[in-house]
């Protein structure tokens, strides 16, 4: 735990650290206008899905639909900041996605801080290029994890956690996957007696949340909502582009004339999705961060789709949860390299059109086992307030009594512990 001294000094220079990030971020965005306008080398730093949106805005401002524009696959609500950019000719809105990106930063900090660990994972990631470069591109997807982070810390709010994650579910379907944890920690919060309360207003909150703005987009939409933004994610099957361990048999199922084997065929992952996600709820449903974490990392290595665009979903949960680096660090290198491979093997497909399907296939199943080669290192440590004290040589008690004092540890407060607690974790899948 952080003393109280390094905590005052870091909330003293968070908001410097804040408007530093967010400058760096806002100062990509003209550097990237001035690369899309003479597109060097032929390449645009702008990603395509930002231009989708915009074109979806430019509909809209037309009196038009933006499902108009072809792979529009979003909720209208997301085109919505690109207004500004379609009437001002600005990039407003990845200025904003930028804001969102930095305050999900702070939601890190302050949901680690909850945990008992260093708030200072803000760090990690305000000053992180990975998302640096994707907000700064255009990608709105720190929008539905901010959400998703302030759900995890309303948690105790039972009303206020299911609204943001209604809300969140309606921009990104995948958020829906947290609903079960949160109503197990509310039915049982007391760990004595059954909450039903609780339960019931997150529930109901969160069918707000989700309904809400789902019902307004089908009222303006009607069907092509319905039709473009839900069932199509439902339906989707892309053998490309994709780390997915299902790539392959979804390839070769094209040419299947077996009914009832490509009904199999897409039946599995769904089936996958219903076993992995079942067992994380049992196996960390006492700790609903970790509960989090482990749903999304799964959700996104067993899904039929699963592109680097969806690994910012759980980074941040992963950021928040580990305390301690040097117990992921061997996996953590190992999924990079894994992925890595994966990259190059894919280039030789994609673009040389060299017959290497089984091998990337091969990649892909080394790539699944590094997801939760990371995800078993990353759940298995023990939090941050239920570790063991460190032992304390007799020669320098006098000089560590007076740091015990000031820090508030005593040692009725070690007496107190739960040796369950402090006995740590250990998934296995």
């Not at 952080?2 to 410097?16: F, L, N």
């Amino acid at each position: 735990m952080p003393s109280p001294a390094r905590r005052g000094g870091s909330q003293q220079h968070a908001p410097a650290i804040t408007a530093a990030a967010l400058a760096l971020r806002f100062a990509l965005v003209a550097v990237a206008s001035i690369i899309d306008a003479y597109k060097p080398l032929g390449l645009r730093y702008t990603d395509v899905d930002y231009d989708v949106l915009k074109d979806g805005a430019r509909a809209m401002v037309q009196g038009g639909s933006p499902f108009q524009r072809a792979t529009y696959r979003y909720s209208p609500l997301v085109s919505y900041p690109l207004l500004l950019d379609v009437k001002t000719g600005l990039p407003l809105a990845k200025l904003l996605f930028c804001l969102m990106d930095v305050l999900l930063g702070d939601a890190m900090g302050q949901l680690a801080s909850h945990r008992g660990a260093s708030s200072h994972v803000r760090l990690l990631w305000l000053f992180n290029p990975i998302s640096i470069v994707l907000c700064t591109r255009g990608s709105w997807d720190a929008v539905s994890v901010y959400l998703v982070l302030k759900a995890l810390l309303s948690k105790r709010a039972p009303v206020q956690a299911g609204l943001l994650l209604g809300l969140a579910t309606h921009l990104r379907l995948y958020p829906v996957i947290y609903a079960a944890p949160f109503l197990y920690n509310l039915c049982f919060e007391a760990r004595r007696r059954i909450t039903w309360g609780r339960a019931l207003a997150f529930g109901l909150a969160f069918a707000s949340g989700l309904l809400g703005p789902t019902l307004y987009a089908y009222h303006t939409y009607g069907n092509v909502y319905v039709e473009e933004a839900l069932l199509f994610h439902l339906r989707r099957a892309d053998h490309r582009h994709s780390f997915s361990v299902f790539w392959l048999p979804i390839y070769l199922s094209r040419a299947l004339q077996d009914s009832r084997l490509n009904l199999l065929l897409k039946l599995a992952p769904f089936a996958a999705h219903v076993v992995l996600q079942a067992a994380s709820l049992v196996a960390l449903k006492d700790d609903i961060d970790k509960c989090a974490l482990a749903q999304t990392l799964l959700f996104v290595a067993a899904n039929k789709v699963c592109t680097a665009q969806y690994f910012l979903w759980w980074l941040p949960l992963l950021l928040v949860v580990v305390d301690d680096w040097r117990l992921i660090l061997r996996p953590l290198r190992n999924w990079v390299l894994s992925c890595g491979l994966w990259l190059v093997v894919a280039y030789g497909l994609e673009f040389r059109g060299l017959p290497v399907h089984m091998l990337l296939w091969g990649c892909s199943l080394l790539f699944f086992r590094a997801n939760v080669d990371l995800l078993i290192s990353a759940v298995s440590s023990p939090p941050p307030e239920a570790k063991a004290p460190p032992q304390v040589r007799v020669s320098s008690i006098v000089e560590e009594t007076d740091s015990w004092t000031d820090d508030g540890d005593t040692d009725e407060d070690v007496d107190d512990e739960d040796p369950g607690e402090a006995s740590g974790f250990s998934l296995k899948l």
